[in-house]
């Protein structure tokens, strides 16, 4: 009967991979490096989004403006493309663990959201600062950036370069201690195990 039960349970190869732990972090893994190639593929969009405008008429100003940004937008395709893979080895290279699998995997995951973000706002500020001054107004819209300020001139691109910078920093801040607080949670219920 033993046997007869065994042949049945075919899961069993199955489930004991998904408690390994090994199977969720290489398909995060995976996932991420997927995600790193959608970013280069959201970076062509986007700047193909920045120069359409330039089809309806040359404006000097807007191509320079265009100029900054799309050097900034390069800048930050690369950057969070590596913090992608960068994570996704971090996530590939964790420690086979018997008692918490995804909460290791998921502490790395809100770092690397809080780095992107913490990177997006910071550059996007300066780009959006610097097309202010040189065209007077944003050529891409960064979700967020209207509560900071609504205008032009001056004041406005001094205040996205400083908005965007302060804000990528403090959710920079925000998502490392969420993850911390999380790990922490992780060490708490490890000790009281034992």
Request: aromatic share 16%; proline share 3%; hydrophobic share 60%.
């Amino acid at each position: 009967m033993d046997k007869f039960l065994e042949k049945f349970l075919i899961m069993r190869p199955f489930l004991k991979m998904i408690s390994d732990g090994k199977f969720f972090t290489k398909i995060f893994s995976w996932f991420l490096m997927i995600l790193a190639c959608l970013v280069l593929i959201g970076f062509l969009y986007s700047s193909y989004k920045l120069w359409y405008a330039l089809s309806f008429g040359f404006d000097i100003k807007l191509f320079f403006s265009n100029i900054f940004v799309e050097i900034i937008l390069i800048a930050l395709a690369v950057i969070i493309m590596n913090i992608l893979l960068i994570r996704a080895a971090d996530i590939a290279a964790l420690p086979r663990s018997k008692d918490y699998i995804i909460i290791p995997s998921f502490v790395i995951f809100l770092k690397m959201i809080g780095e992107i973000t913490g990177v997006f706002y910071a550059l996007m500020g300066v780009a959006a600062g610097i097309a202010i001054w040189i065209a007077g107004a944003v050529p891409l819209s960064v979700p967020g950036f209207r509560l900071f300020f609504s205008g032009g001139g001056f004041a406005g691109g001094l205040t996205a370069v400083i908005a965007g910078p302060l804000l990528g920093f403090l959710l920079l801040c925000l998502f490392y201690f969420i993850a911390e607080q999380v790990g922490v949670l992780m060490d708490i219920a490890r000790n009281t195990k034992r």
